[in-house]
């Protein structure tokens, strides 16, 4: 099982990261993918989805900032983040969704005000 998640890192509050995340072929082809987060003190929660066909859904908190997509020739799954806030500060992860058991590395992104 691959589930890894790469691309974050530091960016001052308005600006943009791009993260990407490598799954195992299986998991990929047969599910809708996933992004979530988890900030400090806090429950991981998901952020947006995108299914095999290319339709995709974004949590209220992230909606016309952040943009899912997916490579399916290369098993990625990407998030384009755009407008980034402080509160988007967080450990953010890849995984199927609904997600499965297993969770992979995830990547920081940390958000200076």
């Known amino acids: 099982v691959q589930l890894q998640a790469s691309g974050g890192g530091l960016v001052q509050a308005g600006g943009s990261l791009r993260l990407s995340c490598a799954a195992s072929?299986?998991?990929?082809?047969?599910?809708?993918m996933g992004w979530y987060r988890q900030a400090p003190g806090k429950q991981r929660e998901w952020v947006a989805t995108?299914?095999?066909?290319?339709?995709?859904n974004y949590a209220d908190s992230v909606k016309g900032r952040f943009t899912i997509s997916r490579d399916n020739a290369k098993n990625t799954v990407y998030l384009q983040m755009n407008s980034l806030k402080p509160e988007d500060k967080a450990v953010y992860y890849c995984?199927?969704?609904?997600?499965?058991?297993?969770w992979g590395k995830g990547t920081q992104v940390t958000v200076s005000s």
């Open positions: 072929g299986t998991i990929f082809s047969l599910n809708a």
């Open positions: 995108i299914t095999r066909d290319g339709s995709t």
């Open positions: 995984n199927a969704r609904p997600p499965l058991n297993y």
